[in-house]
């Protein structure tokens, strides 16, 4: 079974920059073209190009695929990815992980196993979100024994209050990061803004990684999963984040269904570099 140390430890780096691959919409999606040979391309493309530009690892995500289904993707949403994630792992030497919109773990942890993929992010892994899905419910029971009965050497990675939604009850932030981590068994965690390439409140990131010292989680790590940029990332180290999910920032123009830019890459991967240098 994977554990936090195992997360860790499949990056060669100590604050990891993670690269986001948003697929065009798959076949079965509304906005699909038609040709899959051309998604299969555009995710190889990207992929190299966050790789030729220095990040530590790679997301794969359905990310053309809105309006997503809940939480159980149709099959061919699963063999689709599992095709382009199997040659992604093939093409790229950095750790790659699957994250399947809206909130399908069971398929991710699927893929992940498949194409030899190093972990999987779940977007509501405890607790209730809402979400313009509607409510959208963690599975954590199901997915920490299916990663068993599979026997996939994959890691979970969690977000807290998940962007795109909002959490049901009044649990804080430290609360739900601690659930997260001592009842979901989740091997990372992810605090995020209110939507796609939205700034993250720091704020909330120093919150989660204290709340996870005090209880001697500190091998446990947390990223940052949104609006991070090469001038906010030194800011999100210094906010004790131990890595940072980038997609928006590096694509051409920072449109987030733009090409991945390897300048754009490059320049992040140069800032985070410095800032982990200065602290050392």
């Known amino acids: 079974m994977a554990t936090a ?126 979400t313009d899905q509607g409510l959208v419910e963690g599975r954590a029971h199901e997915t920490l024994r299916l990663r068993d009965r599979i026997g996939a050497d994959v890691a979970i990675l969690a977000d807290v209050h998940v962007k795109h939604a909002t959490p049901m009850g009044q649990r804080d932030i430290e609360r739900t990061a601690l659930e997260t981590v001592e009842r979901g068994a989740a091997d990372g965690v992810i605090v995020s803004g209110a939507g796609t390439g939205v700034e993250t409140s720091l704020a909330d990131v120093e919150r989660v990684a204290d709340a996870l010292a005090e209880r001697d989680h500190d091998r446990v790590p947390v990223f940052v999963g949104s609006g991070v940029t090469s001038e906010t990332v030194t800011e999100c180290f210094d906010a004790d984040a131990d890595g940072v999910i980038v997609g928006t920032a590096l694509k051409r123009g920072g449109e987030t269904t733009a090409p991945v830019s390897r300048e754009r890459v490059e320049a992040l991967v140069a800032a985070a570099r410095d800032a982990t240098t200065s602290d050392d």
């Open 5 to 130: 140390t195992a997360l860790s430890e499949r990056f060669d780096a100590d604050r990891p920059v993670i690269g986001m691959v948003h697929l065009p919409p798959l076949p079965g999606a509304p906005a699909f073209d038609g040709d899959r040979r051309a998604v299969r391309t555009r995710a190889l493309e990207d992929a190299t190009r966050l790789e030729a530009g220095g990040v530590d690892g790679i997301v794969l995500e359905n990310f053309g695929d809105a309006p997503f289904h809940p939480d159980d993707v149709p099959k061919h949403v699963v063999a689709e990815m599992t095709a382009v994630a199997t040659a992604l792992t093939d093409a790229v030497d950095v750790p790659v992980g699957i994250n399947v919109l809206r909130n399908d773990a069971r398929a991710a942890l699927s893929i992940a196993a498949a194409a030899d993929a190093a972990f999987v992010r779940v977007n509501v892994h405890v607790g209730t979100a809402a």
